[in-house]
């Protein structure tokens, strides 16, 4: 059976920083891309940052881009999104996705990825 779960989240103030891992188990994932989402109250889910297999390609939406990283180690099956400076916009809950492809490129829609963690909350105060 394969799992996503995602670890990491809490309540922080603005301008901290969070560490998300999301840890595959029941398959390898070190050749298809994988990406984070998130959800806040209300609002659709949207896309956050994505990374292909290698590690080398990566896709960030524009509000987090310059404050988050996304890394990988495939040893691990394990994807990581480091999120600094964050503000309570960034407060919603975090979901890790990837994708069943092969070798397939970073995508930003989530109709593009095939399995999904449960979720993270992520709360920033201001």
């Known amino acids: 059976q394969v799992q996503l779960v995602e670890s990491g989240g809490g309540l922080v103030q603005a301008g901290s920083s969070l560490r998300l891992s999301c840890a595959a188990s029941?398959?390898?994932?070190?050749?298809?891309?994988m990406g984070w989402f998130r959800q806040a109250p209300g609002k659709e889910r949207e896309f956050v940052a994505a990374?292909?297999?290698?590690?080398?390609?990566?896709l960030f939406a524009d509000r987090v881009k310059g404050r988050f990283t996304i890394s990988r180690d495939n040893a691990k099956n394990t994807v990581y999104l480091q999120m600094i400076t964050l503000e309570p916009e960034d407060t919603a809950v975090y979901y890790c996705?990837?994708?069943?492809?092969?070798?397939?490129?970073?995508?930003?829609?989530?109709?593009?990825?095939?399995?999904w963690g449960q979720g993270t909350q992520v709360t920033v105060s201001s």
């Open positions: 996705a990837a994708d069943s492809s092969s070798f397939s490129p970073p995508r930003r829609l989530g109709d593009s990825y095939d399995y």
């Open positions: 990374i292909g297999w290698s590690g080398t390609d990566t």
């Open positions: 029941g398959r390898t994932f070190r050749f298809n891309a």
